[in-house]
């Protein structure tokens, strides 16, 4: 049909969203789903691959893949606008640096551990005849620690240098990490409130968040508030105009840059779009601050725009799965993610039951994360901590600024083998280096059960 007007883009935008539509109407009527508190996102997600792959809908999964990747940049780059407001509620925060610390070293400690495992069975599965691109186990912690935009974006630039289909490769890991943060997440949580682990006992999750749908009655949170006046322009208008803005810039910068290296090393630099975005955003926050007119970005509308980005990155990256490379590839993928499955949830159970406080919900905290994203992790506290009165919530926000290094740099150390010529053992042999580290430092600070004790503030730390 002839138009006056592209429509592609627009088209798949509304596929997915009739995808997120379904996937909301699913999950607030079949048990299964509320179950495990799956999200609508990825119920979506998981029914668009069907559909597409049946041939009722004919969408190019290229055009998906390309909003993913915006929308992935999107989040991060809404995230480093997001202001910090004064909170006055009171929770338990009496060693505030214990829990985040913790969590970022089980991260530290995960992500060479996913790495050197995929690295290992790439390795093995090639003394056995299946030679893979060296880097193809390295996807599994881009997936599994990172989440579906990392393994997209970074998948896409090891495209470029040879690597074919990464992308639908990493988007596979990340959609079975999110499987493992929700079918196996939710059931060890369960496990641990019936066996009175939780810090305030067990109690029924409400009805809303079961079902995923607010009770019209009931009393629900702000979405954020206008700091404009809608006279003059609206609020939120003004609020993705900030992203919007910060996204030209960061183009602008990556263009440049790339324009004076060679030309291998430019098209790596795109697969890290979402940390220049993070970068450029905390920059114009700052300059925002210094200008007092800081006010202006509401932390509130730009966390609802990352939560509106990472909804739609999850319906998109599962729906882009392309089921016949994947089959091509089923074993070392199948293998590859079962293993580190396995060895996730055993180490992170393992230093969770020796912590000296709120371990149950650290556990759940960093057990999302690990698996899948940083709202993944909350929405696991959310069921044994639902008023979030412990600092779990507060803590994992902490984290997520603490582990940036670690996390930034295992993403860079997943390129050794095509920046640097590095040979798969010399990465492992790194990979394995920042494991012990890591386990030094939970020696040292008390997290393995022998150390000092924590200190006391009259509540539990």
Same mark, same amino acid.
């Given at each position: 049909?002839?138009?006056?007007?592209?429509?592609?883009?627009?088209?798949?935008?509304?596929?997915?969203?009739?995808?997120?539509?379904?996937?909301?109407?699913? !999950?607030?009527?079949?048990?299964?789903?509320? !179950?495990?508190?799956?999200?609508?996102?990825?119920?979506?997600?998981?029914?668009?691959?069907?559909?597409? &792959?049946?041939?009722?809908?004919?969408?190019?999964?290229?055009?998906?893949?390309?909003?993913?990747?915006?929308?992935?940049?999107?989040?991060?780059?809404?995230?480093?606008?997001?202001?910090?407001?004064?909170?006055?509620?009171?929770?338990?925060?009496?060693?505030?640096?214990?829990? *985040?610390?913790?969590?970022?070293?089980?991260?530290?400690?995960?992500?060479?551990?996913?790495?050197?495992?995929? +690295? #290992?069975?790439?390795?093995?599965?090639?003394?056995?005849?299946?030679?893979?691109?060296?880097?193809?186990?390295? #996807?599994?912690?881009?997936?599994?620690?990172?989440?579906?935009?990392?393994?997209?974006?970074?998948? $896409?630039?090891?495209?470029?240098?040879?690597?074919?289909?990464?992308?639908?490769?990493?988007?596979?890991?990340?959609?079975?990490?999110?499987?493992?943060? %929700? %079918?196996?997440?939710?059931?060890?949580?369960?496990?641990?409130?019936?066996?009175?682990?939780?810090?305030?006992?067990? /109690? /029924?999750? *409400? !009805?809303?968040?079961?079902?995923?749908?607010?009770? *019209?009655?009931?009393?629900?949170?702000?979405?954020?508030?206008?700091?404009? &006046?809608?006279?003059?322009?609206?609020?939120?208008?003004?609020?993705?105009?900030?992203?919007?803005?910060?996204?030209?810039?960061?183009?602008?910068?990556?263009?440049?840059?790339?324009?004076?290296?060679?030309?291998?090393?430019?098209?790596?630099?795109?697969?890290? %779009?979402?940390?220049?975005?993070?970068?450029?955003?905390?920059?114009? $926050?700052?300059?925002?601050?210094?200008? $007092?007119?800081?006010?202006?970005?509401? +932390?509130?509308?730009?966390?609802?725009?990352?939560?509106?980005?990472?909804?739609?990155?999850?319906?998109?990256?599962?729906?882009?799965?392309?089921?016949?490379?994947?089959?091509?590839?089923?074993?070392?993928?199948?293998?590859?993610? #079962?293993?580190?499955?396995?060895?996730? @949830?055993?180490?992170?159970?393992?230093?969770?039951? !020796?912590?000296?406080?709120?371990?149950?919900?650290?556990?759940?905290?960093?057990?999302?994360?690990?698996?899948?994203?940083?709202?993944?992790?909350?929405?696991?506290?959310?069921?044994?901590? *639902?008023? %979030? $009165?412990?600092?779990?919530?507060?803590?994992?926000?902490?984290?997520?600024?603490?582990?940036?290094?670690?996390?930034? +740099?295992?993403?860079?150390?997943?390129?050794?083998?095509?920046?640097?010529?590095?040979?798969?053992?010399? @990465?492992?042999?790194?990979?394995?280096?920042?494991?012990?580290?890591?386990?030094?430092?939970?020696?040292?600070?008390?997290? #393995?059960?022998?150390?000092?004790?924590?200190?006391?503030?009259?509540?539990?730390?």
């Amino acid at each position: 049909m002839n138009t006056p007007f592209p429509f592609d883009g627009m088209l798949v935008f509304a596929f997915l969203s009739l995808l997120l539509l379904i996937g909301v109407g699913l !999950r607030a009527t079949v048990g299964f789903f509320q !179950r495990f508190l799956v999200p609508s996102c990825l119920i979506g997600g998981v029914l668009g691959l069907g559909v597409l &792959h049946t041939g009722i809908v004919d969408l190019d999964t290229a055009t998906i893949e390309a909003l993913a990747y915006h929308f992935f940049n999107i989040s991060f780059i809404s995230v480093g606008l997001t202001r910090e407001e004064n909170n006055n509620q009171k929770i338990a925060q009496p060693s505030p640096l214990k829990g *985040p610390t913790w969590m970022a070293l089980l991260q530290g400690l995960t992500f060479p551990m996913q790495a050197i495992v995929g +690295g #290992l069975l790439v390795i093995l599965l090639g003394a056995f005849g299946l030679h893979l691109f060296p880097t193809f186990g390295f #996807l599994a912690p881009l997936g599994f620690n990172e989440g579906p935009g990392q393994a997209l974006s970074i998948g $896409k630039v090891w495209e470029g240098v040879g690597f074919s289909d990464a992308a639908t490769i990493g988007l596979t890991f990340a959609a079975i990490g999110y499987f493992c943060a %929700f %079918f196996i997440g939710v059931p060890l949580v369960n496990r641990g409130i019936r066996k009175g682990q939780a810090t305030f006992g067990p /109690r /029924r999750l *409400p !009805r809303d968040f079961v079902v995923g749908v607010l009770d *019209p009655d009931g009393k629900s949170e702000s979405a954020g508030r206008l700091t404009l &006046h809608s006279g003059n322009v609206e609020t939120l208008a003004f609020q993705t105009a900030l992203v919007g803005m910060v996204y030209g810039a960061t183009y602008g910068i990556i263009a440049c840059i790339g324009h004076w290296l060679p030309a291998d090393a430019a098209k790596i630099l795109w697969g890290f %779009f979402f940390f220049f975005g993070l970068g450029v955003a905390l920059l114009v $926050k700052g300059a925002m601050q210094r200008l $007092k007119i800081g006010h202006l970005a509401d +932390g509130g509308i730009q966390r609802r725009i990352t939560g509106w980005s990472v909804d739609f990155l999850i319906v998109a990256t599962v729906a882009a799965i392309e089921l016949k490379i994947v089959w091509d590839y089923i074993l070392p993928i199948g293998l590859i993610a #079962l293993v580190n499955a396995v060895l996730t @949830t055993t180490l992170v159970v393992w230093f969770g039951r !020796r912590l000296s406080a709120y371990n149950l919900e650290r556990t759940a905290a960093i057990y999302g994360v690990v698996t899948g994203t940083v709202s993944c992790g909350l929405l696991l506290l959310r069921i044994v901590d *639902p008023d %979030f $009165k412990t600092p779990a919530a507060y803590e994992l926000a902490v984290m997520n600024v603490m582990a940036l290094p670690v996390v930034g +740099g295992c993403t860079v150390l997943v390129n050794g083998p095509l920046w640097w010529d590095w040979s798969m053992w010399m @990465t492992l042999l790194v990979f394995a280096a920042v494991i012990a580290v890591a386990l030094i430092l939970l020696k040292l600070l008390g997290f #393995l059960g022998g150390g000092p004790p924590a200190p006391s503030h009259g509540a539990q730390s």
